[in-house]
């Protein structure tokens, strides 16, 4: 696939020396070049050059296609943002046309092509016999071995099924799909009469993603809610290990490494799980009567089943700052690699009673800080400290990246959305990766466009507005959607850390992967995003550096691509340019009948 804003080596005669992939349409020998054709190619450029864009582009699926696995007539008619893994395989659900058999389902290109893993009046797996799919959540995870997991709805009626049990959580494992856990269905590790109420969060929304975490190991963990004739509600995290669903931790149990009495409050967000089996997990605290204030009662829990201990404590002494300083409220969901590495943000008080916060990883059983509030942002100028960070990420090498929100150049002010970045620790050195463009020290100054990163493949005096979601692999390399002065898009360091457009609504792209062309202009994007790539979420963004993203186009179509613009570093525009001209002036010496 290539964009039509790109340099074409069929227009300008270079050859293209880069092996066939399946992301590559085609490769291109040394084809002869008259002058009017590179001086159509040179208005071209000058056209589009503002939205300078790689033809690494590889097509999975389109809106108008049959859906695969299932009969003609089952039409795809919309994508949710797909997740990616090691392989460059995506997983993704879809809405089909009505006249159909089906309405929506779940594909994966996990067994080696796009393939249909569960449907809307499909059999569910785990069920009653009869009982049938009736929809699926938008959220779908895809691990390095191909498995799915996904959160789905049963249609009422078929084997029995109602409105207090029609909600379950589905992977698959070494013997296909498999359950997990349904609504009303007991709850394995707790008192007779016990059942869930609740898989993820209260509400049965298809839009939002559910608390659960699926490995690379093929294990789902997840959040719930317990009600029962013999006990009042209660909240646990469960972990499915070995094709067995047990009980990790629940509410009101002793919390480990604290005094007796102190127990474990409720939980409210999703585990994040190493492929070793241990966990990161965020929870309240409570027991007035063991001393429990609203000034210790969050902790992080770290570990393997059966092992768990607190990592950390509100009110604890806080590493890496001064005598007197105490973590505390933890702020966001801590992070996990495979080796058991932990990531975690926590708030904390100066003596001037201003509220920072901070960012500590966990490596081989020591606590270091990386990032505090009031200390200077790499990538600012001088004087520009942080105040706030969350959302951290940790990749498989123990790096850790973050979202920092900066302080007004005379201090004490509240943290500003209008001035916040992207930053990560590589090899011990904290680096920027991108910034806003916008500060205001106060609500009448004007925008600073100056202060803000460039953004890349926009017009120069462009600034980042806002970033939402980002990714961390284990290269090293940050992936994000971001606004910008006028237009949104995603953007990626390549391998050499060189910060490039990946695509942005606008965008005009070949949706071909054949050697015919299908321009389409981008109107939306959907990227799944937060994640560090280690720790059980779906990403979109994977350690090779391929970027899987959603667009809907301005025609009303949508698809689903693969980008591999990030997987090296492109040369500079100017170069290919320099190289076109040199190139077309070679063959405009030798005596050639134009193609």
Same mark, same amino acid.
């Given at each position: 696939?290539?964009?039509?804003?790109?340099?074409?080596?069929?227009?300008?005669?270079?050859?293209?020396?880069?092996?066939?992939?399946?992301?590559?349409?085609?490769?291109?020998?040394?084809?002869?070049?008259?002058?009017?054709?590179?001086?159509?190619?040179?208005?071209?450029?000058?056209?589009?050059?503002?939205?300078?864009?790689?033809?690494?582009?590889?097509?999975?699926?389109?809106?108008?296609?049959?859906?695969?696995?299932?009969?003609?007539?089952?039409?795809?008619?919309?994508?949710?943002?797909?997740?990616?893994?090691?392989?460059?395989?995506?997983?993704?659900?879809?809405?089909?046309?009505?006249?159909?058999?089906?309405?929506?389902?779940?594909?994966?290109?996990?067994?080696?092509?796009?393939?249909?893993?569960?449907?809307?009046?499909?059999?569910?797996?785990?069920?009653?016999?009869?009982?049938?799919?009736?929809?699926?959540?938008?959220?779908?995870?895809?691990?390095?071995?191909?498995?799915?997991?996904?959160?789905?709805?049963?249609?009422?009626?078929?084997?029995?099924?109602?409105?207090?049990?029609?909600?379950?959580?589905?992977?698959?494992?070494?013997?296909?799909?498999?359950?997990?856990?349904?609504?009303?269905?007991?709850?394995?590790?707790?008192?007779?009469?016990?059942?869930?109420?609740?898989?993820?969060?209260?509400?049965?929304?298809?839009?939002?993603?559910?608390?659960?975490?699926?490995?690379?190991?093929?294990?789902?963990?997840?959040?719930?809610?317990?009600?029962?004739?013999?006990?009042?509600?209660?909240?646990?995290?469960?972990?499915?290990?070995?094709?067995?669903?047990?009980?990790?931790?629940?509410?009101?149990?002793?919390?480990?490494d604290a005094p007796d009495g102190v127990t474990l409050g409720q939980f409210n967000?999703?585990?994040?799980?190493?492929?070793?089996?241990?966990?990161?997990?965020?929870?309240?605290?409570?027991?007035?009567?063991?001393?429990?204030?609203?000034?210790?009662?969050?902790?992080?829990?770290?570990?393997?089943?059966?092992?768990?201990?607190?990592?950390?404590?509100?009110g604890e002494q806080a590493p890496g700052l001064p005598v007197g300083t105490h973590?505390?409220?933890?702020?966001?969901?801590?992070?996990?690699?495979?080796?058991?590495?932990?990531?975690?943000?926590?708030?904390?008080?100066?003596?001037?009673?201003?509220?920072?916060?901070?960012?500590?990883?966990?490596?081989?059983?020591?606590?270091?800080?990386?990032?505090?509030?009031?200390?200077?942002?790499?990538?600012?100028?001088?004087?520009?400290?942080?105040?706030?960070?969350?959302?951290?990420?940790?990749?498989?090498?123990?790096?850790?990246?973050?979202?920092?929100?900066?302080?007004?150049?005379?201090?004490?002010?509240?943290?500003?959305?209008?001035?916040?970045?992207?930053?990560?620790?590589?090899?011990?050195?904290?680096?920027?990766?991108?910034?806003?463009?916008?500060?205001?020290?106060?609500?009448?100054?004007?925008?600073?466009?100056?202060?803000?990163?460039?953004?890349?493949?926009?017009?120069?005096?462009? %600034?980042?507005?806002?970033?939402?979601?980002?990714? *961390? +692999?284990? /290269? =090293? #390399?940050? &992936? $994000?959607? @971001?606004?910008? !002065?006028?237009?949104?898009?995603?953007?990626?360091?390549?391998?050499?850390?060189?910060?490039?457009?990946?695509?942005?609504?606008?965008?005009?792209?070949?949706?071909?992967?054949?050697?015919?062309?299908?321009?389409?202009?981008?109107?939306?994007?959907?990227?799944?995003?937060?994640? %560090?790539?280690?720790?059980?979420?779906?990403?979109? *963004? +994977?350690? /090779? =550096? #391929?970027? &899987? $993203?959603? @667009?809907?186009? !301005?025609?009303?179509?949508?698809?689903?691509?693969?980008?591999?613009?990030?997987?090296?570093?492109?040369?500079?525009?100017?170069?290919?340019?320099?190289?076109?001209?040199?190139?077309?002036?070679?063959?405009?010496?030798?005596?050639?009948?134009?193609?």
């Amino acid at each position: 696939m290539r964009l039509p804003h790109r340099i074409d080596p069929s227009f300008i005669g270079i050859a293209r020396q880069r092996p066939m992939t399946s992301t590559n349409k085609n490769t291109h020998g040394i084809r002869p070049c008259s002058f009017v054709r590179l001086l159509s190619f040179l208005a071209l450029f000058s056209i589009a050059s503002n939205q300078l864009l790689a033809d690494d582009f590889r097509t999975v699926a389109l809106t108008g296609q049959t859906a695969a696995g299932l009969p003609q007539g089952n039409i795809f008619n919309s994508f949710s943002a797909p997740a990616l893994n090691a392989q460059g395989q995506t997983a993704f659900t879809s809405f089909l046309k009505s006249g159909g058999t089906t309405s929506n389902g779940v594909w994966s290109e996990g067994p080696g092509t796009l393939s249909l893993v569960a449907s809307a009046g499909g059999a569910a797996p785990g069920t009653p016999a009869g009982a049938l799919f009736s929809s699926f959540n938008s959220y779908v995870t895809l691990n390095d071995n191909g498995r799915t997991a996904f959160y789905g709805y049963l249609q009422h009626g078929p084997g029995g099924v109602g409105n207090l049990d029609d909600e379950g959580l589905w992977a698959q494992g070494d013997s296909g799909l498999a359950l997990v856990a349904r609504l009303i269905d007991s709850s394995p590790g707790t008192s007779s009469g016990e059942y869930f109420i609740t898989i993820g969060p209260s509400t049965s929304s298809s839009d939002q993603p559910k608390l659960y975490s699926f490995t690379n190991s093929n294990e789902a963990a997840f959040v719930g809610d317990m009600g029962g004739t013999t006990s009042s509600l209660g909240h646990g995290i469960w972990v499915q290990l070995a094709g067995a669903t047990t009980l990790l931790v629940r509410s009101g149990s002793q919390a480990p490494d604290a005094p007796d009495g102190v127990t474990l409050g409720q939980f409210n967000t999703r585990p994040a799980v190493s492929d070793g089996g241990k966990f990161a997990i965020y929870t309240p605290l409570q027991g007035a009567s063991a001393g429990v204030t609203t000034a210790n009662d969050t902790g992080i829990l770290v570990g393997a089943p059966g092992s768990l201990h607190l990592l950390a404590r509100e009110g604890e002494q806080a590493p890496g700052l001064p005598v007197g300083t105490h973590y505390g409220q933890f702020i966001t969901l801590p992070a996990i690699n495979s080796h058991g590495d932990v990531a975690f943000s926590s708030t904390y008080a100066q003596i001037t009673a201003f509220q920072f916060s901070g960012l500590w990883a966990n490596k081989n059983g020591v606590t270091r800080l990386v990032e505090s509030g009031d200390m200077q942002a790499p990538g600012a100028s001088a004087g520009i400290k942080f105040q706030f960070v969350e959302s951290e990420k940790i990749n498989h090498s123990g790096d850790v990246a973050f979202l920092g929100y900066l302080q007004a150049p005379t201090g004490g002010a509240a943290p500003s959305v209008a001035d916040h970045g992207i930053w990560k620790e590589v090899n011990g050195q904290l680096q920027l990766v991108a910034r806003t463009g916008y500060f205001f020290s106060q609500p009448t100054d004007p925008i600073d466009v100056k202060t803000g990163t460039p953004v890349p493949g926009f017009p120069a005096d462009s %600034g980042f507005f806002m970033f939402t979601q980002y990714v *961390f +692999n284990a /290269a =090293g #390399q940050v &992936a $994000f959607t @971001a606004s910008a !002065t006028g237009g949104n898009g995603i953007w990626a360091e390549d391998r050499s850390g060189v910060l490039r457009l990946i695509v942005r609504n606008g965008s005009v792209i070949d949706v071909d992967n054949g050697p015919g062309i299908d321009l389409r202009t981008v109107s939306t994007i959907r990227f799944a995003g937060s994640s %560090g790539n280690d720790g059980g979420e779906a990403s979109a *963004f +994977n350690d /090779a =550096g #391929q970027i &899987a $993203f959603a @667009a809907i186009f !301005t025609d009303g179509s949508q698809g689903v691509f693969v980008s591999n613009i990030a997987t090296v570093p492109e040369p500079a525009a100017s170069a290919m340019i320099l190289i076109a001209a040199l190139s077309a002036a070679r063959y405009r010496r030798r005596p050639q009948t134009d193609n």
